[in-house]
């Protein structure tokens, strides 16, 4: 009579125990959202217009190499890892008022032609935009005139945003400082 009663027991328990540790698979993973329901307005197109400022020399660098290529031979500098944190202003002067930072890594990715793989968020800290960020993700091919950038999303009012930035050289300095022109354009809500 005790077998019993312990074989009722321990399925009685099994029983319990299964339906606990499955209980929160009868919800959904996921549900349908209104855009309503996130304060979403209809989707525009902005253009940010601005400078970007890259100091790789003297007192104060805003860009340094945290890892250096193994073989620097081909110029490629291919395995190089650096980060940033650039300033962004309206003007391409030096003494231009700073309106953000440009702050992330780059990846030196081939070894063939100097390009660099990008992993960017631009934080803007001044105008209309204030407490708001881009972030890009993408390719650079360095020794190109212009490169185009996608923009995979942002915060505050770049919420859900998509989009591409193209980056031009302004001026450069080699092993001092390099300015870059860059042109956002931006879906957001």
């Known amino acids: 009579m005790a ?3 312990q074989k009722q027991i321990y399925i009685i328990l099994t029983i319990f125990l299964f339906s606990f540790l499955t209980e929160g ?24 217009h601005l400078y970007w400022h890259d100091v790789t020399g003297g007192d104060h660098p805003t860009k340094v190499t945290v890892v250096k290529a193994l073989d620097n031979t081909t ?21 231009s008022k700073i309106v953000g930072r440009a702050q992330g890594m780059h990846v030196a990715s081939s070894q063939e032609n100097f390009s660099i793989v990008m992993a960017l968020s631009f ?3 001044g ?9 890009l993700l ?25 989009g591409y930035a193209i980056m031009q050289t302004y001026k450069f300095i080699p092993n ?14």
């Open 3 to 5: 077998q019993i009663l």
């Open 25 to 48: 698979e009868s919800k959904q993973f996921a549900t349908s959202l209104s855009q309503k329901s996130l304060h979403l307005k209809k989707e525009k197109l902005t253009h940010i």
């Open 75 to 95: 110029n490629t500098y291919f395995g190089s890892v650096s980060v940033l944190d650039d300033a962004l202003t309206v003007d391409p002067g030096v003494k």
């Open 123 to 125: 934080e803007f800290t």
């Open 127 to 135: 105008g209309e935009y204030n407490g708001s960020s881009l972030s």
């Open 138 to 162: 993408g390719r650079n091919q360095v020794v190109y005139p212009k490169n185009e950038i996608p923009i995979v999303g942002g915060s505050g009012v770049f919420r859900f945003s998509s």
């Open 176 to 189: 001092l400082y390099g300015i870059l022109e860059m042109d956002f354009y931006v879906l957001h809500y």
